[in-house]
């Protein structure tokens, strides 16, 4: 496990930029953390890791999103997901099998059905309005 401290929204990508680093197709990348905490902002700072220059939004309406080509990160919002039924409708598991990197927001209301060897980063809020906890735990 290990414990990083962000004070701005610009430290949060930063770290995630470096971290997208280490990943490899295939890695589930599973975000943690409540409404506002920064994980659309750690999903944008894996995409510019991975070099991909595609807008990054919160994909909380369509579900998914996918970025990039050359290396492709699909993005999921699992807000609204409360069962394996509503899950397997998202198409979850045939872009397990795609060899995609997955970024997985709210990731607490799947976590039964994550893969083993998921990478685990629970966001939470720190002293200051713009402070965050993010843990890793791989």
Request: charged share 25%.
């Amino acid at each position: 496990m290990t414990v990083y401290n962000s004070s701005s929204v610009e430290e949060t990508e930063a770290l995630a930029c470096e971290f997208a680093k280490t990943l490899k197709g295939g890695d589930v990348v599973a975000l943690f953390g409540g409404l506002g905490a920064g994980k659309t902002a750690f999903v944008r700072g894996l995409c510019r890791g991975l070099g991909i220059d595609d807008d990054v939004s919160s994909p909380t309406f369509a579900l998914v999103h996918e970025y990039g080509k050359k290396t492709r990160l699909c993005h999921f919002d699992m807000y609204r997901i409360n069962s394996f039924d509503d899950l397997y409708s998202t198409g979850f598991y045939d872009y397990l099998d795609s060899g995609a990197i997955l970024a997985v927001e709210w990731s607490e209301n799947i976590e039964s059905f994550l893969p083993d060897g998921a990478i685990r980063i629970d966001i939470s809020r720190g002293a200051g309005d713009n402070e965050r906890i993010i843990t890793v735990c791989r």
